[in-house]
């Protein structure tokens, strides 16, 4: 077993732990609580605990990857900003990795990690640009260089959901209006389908008989319902998918990709996402770049740790 | 003279052409009418017969570099498509410079090569992530990753103008609404302008003697009024300003550059733009990248040619 590594992909309730060979391929994969607020700190022990497990198992990586929700410092290995994981901010994980596992360990934003995983694993023909959008409670993002993962000058690239739309438009969670994810996070397609079902009380029987309770409406009870013809869960994600499309045209127009992939549990939702996004680029006159892109979603749910620890795998054969 | 370049930037009135050392230093520089409506290939001719003259004179230059108004196909050299050189489009520059000069061509959008210019001559600490924003008639841009320009899947990167801000608002030469560009570009700022004394007829005593004919407007007579205290003019630079800062901002949020330049011809109105596109990036509360970011015009106003003449030397040097 050479040359695997640890990714680790920590979000809000859960992190989910995998060991990975230098192919992508999932050898092992575990899930821990975060329990975000008991600090970063026993977070860390906590992980140390089942790798020594994992070791006494025959599991003996070379490097850990980490993927963090938040403003990462890559070069020093710490958590700058998080307004995901409270107390986090400010601790060194490189550190406390190196010096508890003695492992080269790569500290990166979650978004990132998922995307450089979707990148290695799921785009075959590896296209030379790409932008990598994460769909779920927020929106992220990422974008591949020349092959490479473009962190830029303070490792903040890729923050796609905080480019804004609408400039006096719905409250985000960051504090700004308009932000792309006010609209396209999971919090801004449920208040999407909660504005449209108080405004058509007659309207949206199949989405009202899935989702009896208004507070459990969600993205995927939303796909559910628009594959069975619902017309408000098909006009929550035609209006998704068409502020998705204006937001990241603007991307597209700047940055000229190859391949747009969306990641994360909201982009299941496929089609009912990539088709109003394709309408708004082809709409747009200023083509080229929007006619060239190719739009696609990743598969692996378990992309953030794949990328995470190939990064590790990178980072250490000094790419 | 081992070495030198010629850069030719090509503008829809004027072309300049310039003999350019490796270090960016302008060592003769000639104009002539673009002509456009003649067609490509006569264009061509006369630049041939210009640059005879000019070898006669000792000027061997070992590569030439164009900057062409469009979206160029950089891989092949020609002129994918272009609404300010009609009858252009589809034309291999490379090729024909080529068989008439023996020299190796590129052929670069404009903007890039400004941008790239402005990074090679004036960033002397040669940052590693820059964003360049044209300011003419148009607005264009150009991105520098990792030192090297991005020239993205076409050839089209950079075409910032085109990123739209408002989904329903002005409209643009490129046929859609709300561009950056229906704001910031020359027209655009005109526009606000003549909206703004047309609505305050008591205000703008000292923009109205400076321009008795509205028709006469223009970014450089707004630059001297407001110099002098003009409330209207300062007023369209507010404007102005934040909407490129609004524009930018979703740039730098996902690009994450060490610096943002701008160049071009209204890129002189100086700290009447750059003060409201900082305001505008203070303000967001998305913050790493917008802090980080540094502003800067550059004040090189033949960097078009500069920054051509640079990047064919580099394509010679297999960079």
């Not at 409406?217 to 502020?243: F, H, M, N, Y």
Request: aromatic share 6%; proline share 5%.
């Amino acid at each position: 077993m050479a040359s695997i590594a640890l990714g680790v992909d920590v979000g809000g309730t859960f992190a989910k732990i995998a060991a990975v060979s230098p192919d992508g391929k999932i050898l092992r994969l575990d899930e821990m609580p975060t329990d975000a607020g008991d600090g970063a700190k026993p977070f860390v022990g906590r992980l140390l605990r089942l790798l020594q497990i994992w070791r006494k198992q025959g599991i003996r990586p070379s490097a850990l990857g980490l993927g963090l929700a938040g403003d990462v410092d890559h070069e020093h290995g710490c958590l700058r900003l998080t307004p995901n994981l409270p107390g986090w901010q400010g601790f060194c994980f490189r550190d406390a990795f190196k010096r508890a596992l003695r492992l080269p360990a790569v500290v990166e934003n979650d978004a990132n990690a998922a995307v450089w995983g979707a990148y290695a694993t799921e785009l075959k023909r590896r296209p030379r640009h790409v932008i990598g959008v994460t769909l779920g409670t927020g929106v992220g993002g990422g974008l591949i260089v020349d092959g490479r993962l473009h962190r830029g000058a303070t490792g903040t690239a890729g923050e796609i959901g905080h480019a804004r739309v609408a400039m006096s438009g719905a409250r985000c969670h960051c504090g700004a209006r308009g932000c792309l994810e006010a609209y396209a996070g999971k919090y801004g397609i449920v208040r999407t389908a909660r504005e449209l079902l108080r405004a058509r009380p007659d309207s949206g029987a199949v989405l009202r008989r899935l989702v009896p309770n208004l507070k459990a409406l969600s993205p995927k009870c939303l796909k559910a319902a628009a594959d069975q013809g619902d017309p408000i869960a098909r006009e929550v994600w035609r209006r998704t998918g068409t502020v998705l499309g204006w937001g990241l045209a603007n991307v597209v127009i700047v940055f000229n990709p190859d391949v747009l992939v969306f990641l994360g549990g909201v982009s299941r939702a496929g089609n009912w996402i990539l088709d109003p996004v394709r309408r708004v680029f082809h709409e747009h006159p200023f083509g080229t770049s929007l006619r060239h892109v190719t739009l696609r979603c990743a598969v692996n749910p378990n992309g953030g740790c794949v990328g995470a620890a190939l990064l590790a795998l990178e980072d250490r054969s000094g790419r």
